[in-house]
């Protein structure tokens, strides 16, 4: 099967939303396309758009059925089909986080190290060592989907989630990586902890990181770590 369907799948979401889905995978391909359908909706300017939510595979698009019906909806976005495919993407960031591996800040990290035998500083180098694609945003404000993580680290998630894991916590589940912008639940497990805040609401924007920049990290000291949270 290859990654983009030939045509795009166009299935409801309720009276108001609607999901387009345009592959069947997590990839780079996929996520080409979903990025150049949202940025050919925002261009497009087509009426009763209310909001935009990219996935790793889809958009789910909230509109106003009573500017737009559903069938009128994907007549206009099976119009636009053609033009994704040659939508000119801005150049991707790559958003460099610094990063506290394991002590207090990773408590899974022995446990990532020894489920696949290796050290911890071997699970260090291997997840610092790549940029890593911003898939898509969710779970809490800013929650960044993480993909291109290399294969040795592949470790599912914990049996049972922790009930509070502190905002900034790095976190590996299965081939995904991510970051937990605020305080939350989570079931991942977690290797390190960065200083930056992911999601500050009197911020503009609130969010630091965007779908399809890029996020490279970098290993630091507890000193430099206390020192960043000063400023």
Same mark, same amino acid.
């Given at each position: ?20 889905? /345009?592959?069947? $995978?997590?990839?780079?391909? /996929?996520?080409?396309? /979903? ?17 935009? /939510? ?30 994704? %495919?040659?939508? $000119? ?26 489920? %696949? ?38 470790? @599912?998630?914990?049996?049972? @989630? ?38 500050? @609401?009197?911020?503009? @924007? ?26």
């Amino acid at each position: 099967m290859t990654a983009g369907y030939s045509q795009f799948r166009y299935l409801p979401a309720g009276d108001r939303a609607l999901v387009v889905e /345009v592959g069947n $995978e997590i990839s780079p391909e /996929v996520h080409q396309k /979903v990025r150049g359908l949202v940025l050919s909706l925002e261009q497009s300017l087509l009426p009763g758009i209310c909001e935009l /939510v990219p996935t790793y595979r889809s958009v789910m698009i909230f509109y106003d059925p009573d500017i737009v019906s559903f069938n009128e909806f994907v007549a206009h976005l099976k119009q636009l089909e053609t033009h994704v %495919h040659a939508a $000119e993407l801005p150049e991707p960031r790559i958003v460099e986080l610094p990063v506290v591996y394991g002590g207090d800040f990773g408590p899974d990290i022995k446990d990532v190290a020894e489920h %696949h035998h290796l050290s911890e500083a071997e699970v260090v180098a291997l997840h610092s060592g790549r940029d890593y694609l911003v898939y898509m945003l969710g779970f809490t404000p800013g929650f960044c989907y993480l993909g291109g993580m290399n294969k040795k680290l592949d470790t @599912p998630r914990l049996e049972t @989630p922790r009930s509070r894991i502190p905002a900034g916590s790095v976190g590996i589940a299965g081939l995904q990586t991510g970051i937990y912008p605020i305080d939350s639940p989570g079931g991942w497990r977690i290797i390190g902890r960065t200083p930056q805040r992911i999601f500050d @609401p009197q911020r503009e @924007p609130p969010v630091l990181i965007r779908v399809g920049d890029y996020v490279h990290f970098t290993p630091i000291v507890l000193r430099e770590y206390t020192w960043r949270c000063t400023l």
